[in-house]
């Protein structure tokens, strides 16, 4: 039997290009988008678009039904400063989701589950360099306690009832197509538009605040490559450490600067400062390498000559999600 995806958050900055990749991969009609409002026209015309709000069992039952869904990527989620504003909305959203799609492969309605988690799970007390698959993990912000809890409710599912969930602890992940909205490393998307679009930017970071990051493209094939892995390769299932590059608001600015010459930066840290401090500055994503062969593609340098070649400083589509 062919696979049929559904993609549960498909409006949202990771879901938009998984979900264009994975048409591109399995074909149009094989891909579901779904989300709680419409996306951008290219995601809506390009396959099968329905509105679903992740939290609704009834509803997510009926469009699995409807297409004979055998795999769901569940990209629904608030992001960590949001989430520090809306505690109890983040935890509904961000656990409800999740034990409404394990339970669906529980009881055999699909087959394989991607659900993503951060490296919010780490917390002031983990190591900060090379921070290891396992090790202390306190998550000190509200998303963090729902992305530690999430990996161990798909650890406790794959033991108990064999489910296969995968899962993936994303670095700050950046892009053009679709902007982040209310996570501590947006930062690093901003930056490329204000810079593009008005020539300076205020960062909301001091500038030698070190933090994991990754560009979409790499992001979007490690996911596919995880979930495209044979069952026996994957040997973690809490969720894998994922990482490429790392870098502090300064030397992000310093490499725009050297397309954009005049650029200027300035910092006004503010409640992300403390979130951010309390994650890892660089991930130690070994096992993810030796168990089904992640590697990266982009480095700063490669990332940011794509963002700002993409980056229309008129006439912007880009759409921005909460
Ligand atoms: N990018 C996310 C955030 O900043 C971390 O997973 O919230």
Known sequence: MSDKILILGASGQIGTELTLKLREVYGNENVIASDIREGSEELVH?????IINAMDRGRIVEVVEKYG??????????LSATSEKMPSKAWDLNMQSLLIVLDLAKEKYIQRVYWPSSIAVFGATS???????QTIMEPSTVYGISKIAGEHWCNYYHNKYGVDVRSLRYPGIISWKTKPGGGTTDYA??????????GNYTCFLKEDTRLPMMF??????????????EEDKIKVRTSYNLGAISFTPSEIAEEIKKHIPDFTISYAPDFRQEIADSWPQI???????????WNHSFDLKTM????LKNIQSENNEVVKVL
């Open 283 to 293: 991930i130690d994503d070994s096992n993810a390498r030796l168990d089904w062969n």
């Open 69 to 78: 869904v055998t795999q769901i990527y569940l990209m629904a989620a608030m």
């Open 127 to 133: 190591p900060k360099v090379d921070t290891p698959q």
């Open 46 to 50: 390009s396959g099968p678009f329905e």
């Open 304 to 307: 940011t000559k794509e963002m």
């Open 189 to 198: 998307v901003d930056i490329y538009f204000k810079a593009k679009e008005e």
């Open 216 to 229: 979409m493209e790499d992001a979007i094939d490690a996911t596919i490559q995880l979930m495209q892995a």
